[in-house]
């Protein structure tokens, strides 16, 4: 698990607190409001699931045993482990650095997050921030243009978009990034991470060098814009003659462009086996060849 989630470290139950609390002010929040519904969806996706938490923490049958990573010690991050024999693990993040530690902490400084925090799901509407001789109505004619009035009406607006993403960036920034590697396989996981772990990652020469020999990866939230940083895709992945397969775990949801088309395009350019969830049953034709024992589910698997 992330060290992020170890209960024994002062500053993972800090972040960790912190996050809870805005998600939940949050989500009553938008809910309250009648936000679109994929914006309270966004919000919901970053309420900690304390049930399913304890699950991972204790494990199905108790008693577990867990592993917070990356270890402190930076030259503890490539390990070995029983239950994966012949298997090296690269715990690339999440990150130590102060600054990115901040990027995952909840943002601070929106007015819409500093109004949602105060409990602004228990009061009415707050009264407008000027006294009305002081809107632009009681402008005389032309003082403003048409535009200039649309900008004006727009302040404020959509505020509740940004900050819950925002959010769902500082939650997804404690993601585990790893790399397996088997043999001459090097199999990438970089989970949800956000640009903050991708930033420190690619200005680690180790990681970096390893990144280039990428066989398999699993795209990072969804496809969504800043979880595939350009640098790793343009100058790292390897191209053809060289092999790489790709898998994107997504879905349309509302208004949200997941995955992003130039990721996919760019992508493209690097391999042709790639695998999108919301397009399983024509994506696998040509791409993935099940063995005649064996059904699809558990050739992808495998």
């Known amino acids: 698990m992330p060290w992020t989630e170890d209960p024994a470290d002062p500053e993972a139950r800090r972040i960790r607190e912190a996050q809870s609390r805005l998600a939940l002010a949050l989500h009553e929040e938008l809910t309250r409001i009648g936000a679109a519904a994929d914006v309270i969806?966004?919000?919901?996706?970053?309420?900690?699931?304390?049930?399913a938490m304890q699950t991972l923490h204790a494990g199905f049958g108790g008693?577990?045993?867990?592993?917070?990573?990356?270890?402190?010690?930076?030259?503890?991050?490539?390990?070995?482990?029983?239950?994966?024999?012949?298997?090296?693990?690269?715990?690339?993040?999440?990150?130590?650095?102060e600054s990115v530690i901040t990027n995952m902490d909840p943002p601070?400084?929106?007015?819409?997050?500093?109004?949602?925090?105060?409990?602004?799901a228990d009061r009415?509407?707050?009264?407008?921030?000027?006294?009305?001789?002081?809107?632009?109505?009681?402008?005389?004619?032309?003082?403003?243009?048409?535009?200039?009035?649309a900008i004006v009406d727009g302040i404020g607006e959509g505020d509740e978009s940004v900050v819950a993403a925002a959010l769902d960036g500082a939650v997804n920034g404690t993601s585990l990034v790893l790399m397996l590697q088997t043999g001459?396989?090097?199999?990438?996981?970089?989970?949800?991470?956000?640009?903050?772990t991708w930033n420190?990652?690619?200005?680690?020469?180790?990681?970096?060098?390893?990144?280039?020999?990428?066989?398999?990866?699993?795209?990072?939230?969804?496809?969504?814009?800043?979880?595939?940083?350009?640098?790793?895709?343009?100058d790292l992945l390897p191209r053809p003659p060289r092999e790489l397969w790709a898998m994107v775990s997504t879905i349309q949801r509302g208004s949200w462009p997941i995955p992003k088309k130039e990721l996919m395009t760019a992508l493209a350019t690097h391999t042709k086996r790639i695998v999108?969830?919301?397009q399983i049953p024509g994506a696998l034709q040509g791409v993935f060849k099940p063995r005649a024992s064996?059904?699809?589910?558990?050739?992808?698997?495998?």
Request: with cysteine; net charge negative.
């Open 41 to 51: 969806d966004l919000a919901a996706n970053a309420l900690s699931n304390e049930a």
């Open 63 to 97: 008693e577990a045993v867990r592993r917070y990573l990356p270890p402190r010690d930076r030259r503890k991050r490539t390990f070995t482990a029983d239950c994966l024999p012949g298997v090296t693990i690269h715990a690339m993040g999440p990150s130590f650095d």
């Open 108 to 120: 601070e400084g929106k007015s819409y997050l500093q109004l949602v925090a105060a409990g602004a």
């Open 124 to 149: 009415k509407d707050p009264r407008p921030p000027f006294p009305g001789d002081w809107t632009y109505e009681g402008l005389p004619a032309g003082s403003l243009s048409a535009e200039e009035r």
């Open 184 to 196: 001459r396989n090097y199999l990438l996981f970089p989970g949800d991470a956000q640009w903050g």
């Open 200 to 234: 420190m990652i690619l200005g680690d020469a180790e990681w970096t060098a390893l990144l280039k020999k990428t066989t398999f990866l699993k795209v990072g939230h969804h496809g969504s814009h800043n979880a595939t940083p350009r640098p790793f895709v343009d």
């Open 276 to 278: 999108r969830s919301d």
């Open 294 to 302: 064996l059904c699809v589910e558990t050739e992808i698997l495998a």
